[in-house]
């Protein structure tokens, strides 16, 4: 099994910044994707941006332009760069990843940050 345990969530002012961390932990796994999406209340989840250990990236909606997701292979870790908040990107973000465990593919959830963008 995979674990993602994320941090980097709160509150900050409009136009201020934030950067989420998620880490991947289990045994004899392979990361394919790692990324985010967010939720807001009542609504779907919605990818925000997702990266493979190669660095190919693939943006959301509501993750162009201010948003840049990142990783760091060796720590198994994916970052993403939140730049220029506003009130409406506060919802919760929740970390997601592809592995293969055991020749098996399937799809791991954190357990979602909240984000709050407010003066």
């Known amino acids: 099994q995979v674990q993602l345990a994320e941090s980097g969530g709160g509150l900050v002012q409009p136009g201020g910044s934030l950067r989420l961390s998620c880490t991947a932990s289990?045994?004899?796994?392979?990361?394919?994707?790692m990324g985010w999406y967010r939720q807001g209340p009542g609504k779907q989840r919605d990818l925000v941006a997702s990266?493979?250990?190669?660095?190919?990236?693939n943006y959301g909606d509501f993750g162009k332009g201010r948003f840049t997701v990142s990783i760091d292979n060796a720590k198994r870790t994916v970052y993403l760069q939140m730049n220029d908040l506003k009130p409406e990107d506060t919802v919760v973000y929740y970390c997601?990843?592809?592995?293969?465990?055991?020749?098996?593919?399937?799809?791991?959830w954190g357990q979602g940050t909240q984000v709050t963008v407010s003066s």
């Open positions: 289990g045994t004899r796994f392979s990361i394919y994707t």
């Open positions: 997601y990843a592809d592995c293969e465990v055991d020749d098996v593919m399937r799809g791991y």
């Open positions: 990266i493979t250990p190669k660095g190919d990236t």
